[in-house]
């Protein structure tokens, strides 16, 4: 069907209404839309058949999303704006009906909200051996309708959604998958797929097998996810479950409250920073201002001009790398931290001529030897947490003693190239603070900072003294998330 | 010559694509199979007129989108390729400085001192000394063109200044000839690998695709048009694999071109059956690290880690 420019009384005002609440919700969720944009986003679904639903999230997307790391946040909002609205949003998500032959299609058919009524109460539809079998079933052949319907019946039975109770998603959510208890059943599709294969599976084969198995159940995960959010939608409305599901973009995932998904999303933007990282600081250093003349290269070319020094030749400059000493505090309120900053440091390492890093809690132990001759920073960062020897009494942060005994161990190899970089949130536990090392630090190196992921508004509150040590350093910076970090590095080179 | 005139405006386009179905099915004919988001944002670009932006992980195909719509819409493809220091006179154009000098000295010489300035000057900023580069060549275009900006975060953020004029109006500013304005509205594409943010500006003009790697069956599909003589379940397999890799934490993962290049070396040998052997005697292919080497043979669980990194140390 060609995709005309459709009327504007068909789909106009009503549309209009709901795109201008859905821009809104990106602007709340800290997408940067401009009005270029969302004027283009009008336009741009005016040429879009508007029952193809796909169609129109990628319309949207095109236009309005300019990051890939926003999409996730993007999607969230279009799934909740979009799951309800209007009839013909709705259809494309339930037009998929049941595959032929599945007996449960007949007993509940797949309708909006109303179902429980007529059923009489939740999770009469089928047994729980049928929903485990169906659910097996469709995972083992890949079935996506069918994965859809037994993702269904799963929400409905065993989430016990209660209408009005102000309960996020991740509840009901936890609550299903305790129920489905997935690793269980990846396990029995395995031995399942063994006991087909006429030989025994090779460990490639097994791999390759589970892999496929795994990408299902995510997919049965995400339909579950995505059937919960339809119903706290149609319970709530809109505007509320926007609000509730409202995530951070990635550059703003606090790192001291990050949960474990949000870490994986961390983990994942990291990598393209730090390539970004390099590249910036590379071009940076070759860019910089020039170099003192060079004499021989100008007369070398005054030459051609028949020995007028026309052309005057400067030197390359080559700013020296700086040398860094990181000292991390990695208990566990900040360990989070820590990691992420080792981890970007080491992975800009080359723009430093040197990088040298401790850990302490209240011990202190140099962890420069797990990093050196290997490629892959996330299992020497691994090793740093499990191998370093940290702990001297308590395990309790200890900034004295830790800068204490830094500065009688290693305090003579830091010199005028050196750039020091502290990380930790000050709360010391109410030891002595031992401030006169960083101040003697101060004196030696070239810069000392500290980087502080606590909002500062938090600073010197309770046992946090971190002013105590910044007044003798060149600045400390409250660094609570990646776009903070980034930053830093940055002015660092 | 087009300098402006008002009535000049850019002309309307006649929609290219008939709808997204119709494209996806034209650009399958060439080749190139594209997703619904990618074949989508195509049908949009061309009914907005608006340049698109396609970023994403190296190797998946982004310049390749810009060729196949070329040859699906029998366009000649203008190719910008970025790197750092393009300036204008390589992207935009150039006065034929060595022509312009011959041309006042041939004048010169049959003039022998006559001739004002002025007739020289109006005759050597004309169109006979104009070097065209690749945006003025687009924009001056009569047959249908693609303009390919490739790799376009390679260029600094100034030089990015260059492309906004010709990006929303389509036209570029001579001074000694005034505005060229576009006859056609062309398709234009800029690919970024990412390697930094690009201006505001320039993605406020821009349509976003970002281009990952394809799921596991479109990586099969490519896999079985793009190599001849492959069979269904060898395809399916390295599909299989390839998917297992890139789950992986790894400094590159396997692009498509390079499970392209896998499927060709595995028909070549003559492999039905991809087993742990094949899979680490030609692993080389689809990783260049020898860290990803090492850390994919050890995750697929293959005893032969240890002999592949000797062999992969004597080769290298």
Redesign the interface.
């Known amino acids: ?3 005309p420019v459709h009327d504007e009384l068909e789909a106009g005002a009503p549309l209009l209404d709901l795109l201008s609440g859905f821009i809104a919700e990106l602007r709340r969720a800290g997408l ?1 839309v ?1 009005l ?2 969302n004027l ?1 986003a009008m ?2 679904v005016r ?3 508007l029952e ?1 639903r ?2 129109f999230k ?2 949207l ?3 309005l ?4 790391a926003h ?1 996730r946040a993007f999607e969230t909002v279009f799934e909740v704006y979009f799951s309800l609205r209007g009839p013909q949003w709705d259809m494309a998500a339930d037009a998929d009906q049941l595959p032929e032959g599945a007996e449960i299609d007949r007993i509940e058919p797949p309708d909006g909200g109303a179902e429980g009524e007529r059923q009489g109460g939740m999770g009469e539809g089928l047994t729980a051996e049928e929903l485990a079998k169906m659910l097996f079933k469709s995972l083992l052949r890949g079935d996506q309708a069918m994965m859809r319907a037994a993702a269904r019946q799963a929400v409905r039975r065993y989430a016990g959604m209660e209408p009005g109770r102000p309960v996020g998603g991740t509840y009901y959510q936890y609550k299903v998958l305790r129920n489905l208890n997935l690793d269980e059943v990846l396990e029995q599709l395995m031995e399942h797929s063994r006991e087909e294969s006429p030989e025994p599976l ?3 084969e ?3 097998e589970r ?2 198995f795994e ?1 299902r159940i995510e997919e049965l995960r995400k339909e579950i996810e995505a059937e919960i959010r339809r119903r706290l939608v149609a319970d709530r409305g809109v505007e509320a479950m926007a609000k509730t599901l409202r995530k951070p973009l990635p550059e703003d995932i606090d790192f001291m409250h990050a949960s474990r998904e949000e870490m994986a999303q961390l983990r994942k933007a990291l990598q ?1 920073l730090t ?2 990282l390099a ?2 600081l590379a ?1 940076k250093r070759r860019h910089g201002r020039k170099g003192a003349l060079d004499f021989r290269n100008t007369v070398r070319h005054s030459l051609s001009y028949g020995g007028v020094p026309a052309e005057p030749k400067f030197k390359y400059p080559r700013p020296a790398k700086p040398e860094i000493f990181v000292i991390a505090d990695i208990s566990g309120s900040v360990a989070a931290f820590a990691r992420f900053t080792l981890h970007l440091v080491y992975a800009i390492s080359n723009q430093f001529s040197k990088v040298r890093s401790f850990v302490f809690i209240d011990g202190i132990d140099e962890v420069t030897r797990f990093f050196e001759g ?3 920073i ?1 299992e020497a960062i691994h090793r740093v947490n499990t191998e370093a020897d940290v702990v001297w009494v308590d395990g309790h942060s200890d900034y004295g003693h830790a800068f204490e005994v830094f500065w009688n161990r290693w305090g003579k190899d830091i010199g005028p190239r050196t750039t020091v970089i502290i990380l930790g949130d000050a709360r010391n536990n109410y030891h002595a603070s031992q401030s006169w090392v960083v101040k003697e630090m101060h004196k030696k190196a070239r810069h000392v900072y500290w980087l502080n992921p606590e909002p500062r508004a938090y600073w010197d509150t309770g046992d946090s003294i971190v002013s105590e040590y910044a007044t003798h350093t060149d600045g400390a910076f409250e660094c609570r998330n990646l776009r903070q970090l980034e930053r830093f590095v940055d002015h660092l080179v | 010559m087009s300098t402006t005139s008002p009535s000049d405006a850019p002309p309307v386009a006649e929609p290219r694509f008939e709808s997204i179905p119709a494209l996806r099915e034209s650009l399958r004919q060439v080749d190139y199979l594209a997703d619904e988001g990618i074949a989508g944002i195509v049908y949009l670009a061309d009914r907005l007129g608006k340049p698109i932006l396609v970023e994403g992980p190296a190797g998946t195909g982004k310049t390749q989108l810009a060729k196949s719509v070329a040859e699906v819409l029998g366009a000649r493809l203008i190719r910008l390729q970025c790197y750092e220091g393009l300036d204008e006179a390589k992207a935009l154009y150039e006065w034929n400085y060595k022509k312009q000098l011959l041309r006042i000295q041939a004048s010169r010489a049959q003039e022998e001192g006559g001739g004002g300035w002025d007739d020289i000057s109006e005759d050597i900023f004309s169109d006979e000394f104009l070097l065209e580069r690749p945006l003025l060549a687009a924009i001056r275009a009569e047959d249908p063109v693609v303009l390919l900006i490739d790799e376009v975060d390679r260029v600094e953020v100034e030089t990015e200044a260059l492309l906004l004029e010709v990006l929303s109006d389509y036209q570029v500013s001579v001074p000694e000839l005034g505005t060229v304005r576009a006859r056609q509205i062309p398709m234009v594409f800029l690919t970024s690998n990412n390697t930094r943010e690009l201006s505001e500006a320039l993605k406020r003009r821009c349509l976003y695709l970002h281009v990952d790697y394809p799921d596991m069956e479109r990586e099969k599909e490519i896999v079985l048009t793009k190599v001849p003589g492959i069979t269904e379940s060898l395809a399916d397999q390295i599909a299989r694999v390839v998917r297992s890799i890139r789950q992986l934490e790894l400094k590159k993962a396997p692009s498509v071109s390079e499970t392209i290049d896998w499927a060709r070396t595995l028909v070549l040998l003559g492999v039905e059956h991809i087993d742990a052997a094949t899979a680490s005697d030609t692993v080389n292919i689809l990783l260049k690290y020898q860290s990803d080497i090492t850390k994919a043979l050890k995750e697929f669980g293959d005893d032969k880690a240890e002999f592949a990194k000797a062999d992969g140390a004597a080769g290298g």
């Not at chain 1, 999303?65 to 890939?68: D, I, P, S």
Request: hydrophobic share 30%; aromatic share 4%.
């Open positions: 069907m060609p995709g940067p401009s270029t944009e283009d336009e741009a040429h879009i058949p193809d796909e169609a990628y319309a997307a095109a236009t999303v300019k990051n890939h999409w090779t460990p490639l097994e791999r390759l892999d496929e990408h393209p390539r970004r590249v910036r071009r290997t490629d892959d996330v």
